[in-house]
Nanobody
């Protein structure tokens, strides 16, 4: 039974930094294609950061250079470091995982959320 639990969300001001964590239990985080999704108001759910099994990250242009996705193997967790946040980053953030996917498929932009088998409950980030 695989469980993902996000933490670290909250209310911050524009320009601040924030770190989200996704604790994984029941599986090894390095064995999955991973993604950080967000759901912004009046927008579709978007996987703005992805990481393949081999540890390669890709990002949407909206977060490129500001956000960093990484794995913390010691904690079996997925991390999203958010720097220089702006009000457009306000969203519910979700971590997600899926197995059995090639790195090239994992890293493509705009993946269908339905292909991700495992999801966290979400953590709210509000930037003012």
């Amino acid at each position: 039974h695989v469980q993902l639990v996000e933490s670290g969300g909250g209310s911050v001001q524009a320009g601040d930094s924030l770190q989200l964590s996704c604790s994984v239990s029941g599986a090894t985080v390095s064995s999955y294609c991973l993604a950080w999704f967000r759901r912004r108001p009046q927008r579709v759910r978007e996987a703005m950061a992805r990481m393949s099994v081999d540890g390669v990250p890709t990002y949407d242009d909206s977060v490129q250079g500001r956000f960093t996705i990484s794995r913390d193997s010691a904690k079996n967790a997925l991390i999203l470091q958010m720097n220089t946040v702006n009000p457009g980053d306000s969203a519910m953030y979700y971590c997600a995982a899926r197995g059995g996917v090639l790195p090239s498929d994992c890293l493509r932009s705009d993946p269908n959320p339905a292909v991700f088998r495992y999801w966290g409950q979400g953590t709210q980030v509000t930037v003012s």
